[in-house]
């Protein structure tokens, strides 16, 4: 029985990682920096404190872009996979990564050059290829005979399968620079950000997974199966349609702001619920912090392995975290199996 201290206690322990791990990589890069000489401040003359501008300018925006993404993803997988009732579902397996990667390959191609709340137009045309797209995927899946969660999954993946090849289509006629800027961003990027939009789309972010921390005790209730969560009172269409809402934002705010980066919202939860038990209420909250975690320490990683060149992140997270997540389940079911003996 999960009490409200040991919650408590687990959540500090994962924010307490997270900001090591934040820490760290903001003193991490290939110019260093001293705590010193960023107290100084920015000096009287512009230029005159270089370390301070690299680290107010640099590397802040983009370690707090990379926890966010990484937070969103992380805590949509969460919910994914529960009302998918699929521990390998994660955020785009609903078609959500393809509409955004044609939302963002026509801003390229096409030169679009306009902004929105300081969002780059590869940015809110992403968002709007996501939302799109997961509008697409709820009315297709509401509209067919089959069961509600099989349309989503079909839908999603024929979704995914026509934009994809749109993709391609548009890949394949663009210039060579158009080219470059297009794979790189399909392959997952944290770039610097202002931010004034980082912190716009961090109240997004936030406000999400409040409304999907609302509603944990009832996705621990459908994990007993509708009829049963039903007969204690909920309201499974309801449920279903919040959290498909909240986590499809969230998703389509982390994916426009870095294209796609996999293997986050798909290891994260899956890990942490091997290590901590399947209970919502604290499998969202600390998936989240510790997919922030996860993501800026794999984003330090791809600005500084090849220096000064930089890698795209999600080369990195699924280096990293395949191996990892297959070490971890082989060694939580060995342990889960060695206890039914």
């Known amino acids: 029985m999960l009490t409200q201290t040991t919650l408590i206690t687990r959540i500090m322990i994962a924010v307490a990682i997270l900001l090591v791990v934040c820490g760290f990589c903001l003193m991490t890069g290939t110019e ?14 512009p230029g005159s404190n270089i370390e301070y501008e690299i680290f107010i300018g640099v590397r802040l925006p983009r370690v ?15 919910i994914l996979q529960a009302i998918l009732r699929n521990p390998l579902a994660d955020p785009f397996i609903l078609g959500i990564s393809s509409g955004a990667g044609l939302g963002a390959v026509i801003a390229i191609i096409a030169g679009f050059t306009f902004t929105f709340l300081g969002g780059s137009p590869i940015t809110v045309c992403a968002f709007a290829g996501a939302l799109t797209t997961v509008w697409i995927v709820w009315a297709i899946g509401r509209f067919t005979t089959k069961s509600e969660l099989t349309s989503l999954l079909l839908a999603g993946v024929v979704v995914n399968a026509f934009f994809s090849a749109l993709i391609m289509f548009l890949t394949s006629i663009a210039k060579s620079e158009q080219m470059q800027a297009t794979v790189f961003w399909l392959m997952g990027n944290i770039s610097e950000t202002s931010l004034p939009v980082i912190i716009v789309n961090f109240v997004i972010v936030l406000a999400g997974l409040a409304v999907l921390w609302s509603i944990c005790l009832e996705l621990n209730l459908l994990s007993f199966g509708e009829s049963q969560a039903q007969n204690l009172g909920v309201d499974p269409t309801r449920i279903k349609l ?100």
Not at 32 to 45: E, M, Q, T
Not at 276 to 288: E, F, M, T, W
């Open 64 to 78: 707090l872009l990379a926890a966010l993404v990484g937070a969103a993803l992380a805590g949509s997988g969460v």
């Open 32 to 45: 260093k920096i001293s705590p010193g000489n960023i107290l100084k401040g920015p000096g009287s003359v």
């Open 242 to 341: 919040i959290a498909f809402t909240a986590s499809a934002i969230i998703t389509a705010v982390a994916v426009s702001l870095s294209g796609l980066v996999g293997f986050v919202g798909l290891i994260v939860p899956h890990a942490i619920r091997l290590v901590l038990g399947p209970d919502h209420r604290q499998l969202l909250p600390i998936s989240a912090i510790i997919g922030a975690a996860f993501l800026v320490l794999a984003d330090t990683i791809a600005r500084t392995i090849v220096a000064p060149a930089q890698l795209p992140v999600g080369v990195i997270t699924a280096m990293t975290g395949g191996p990892f997540f297959l070490i971890l389940l082989a060694r939580y079911t060995r342990k889960i199996s060695w206890f039914s003996k």
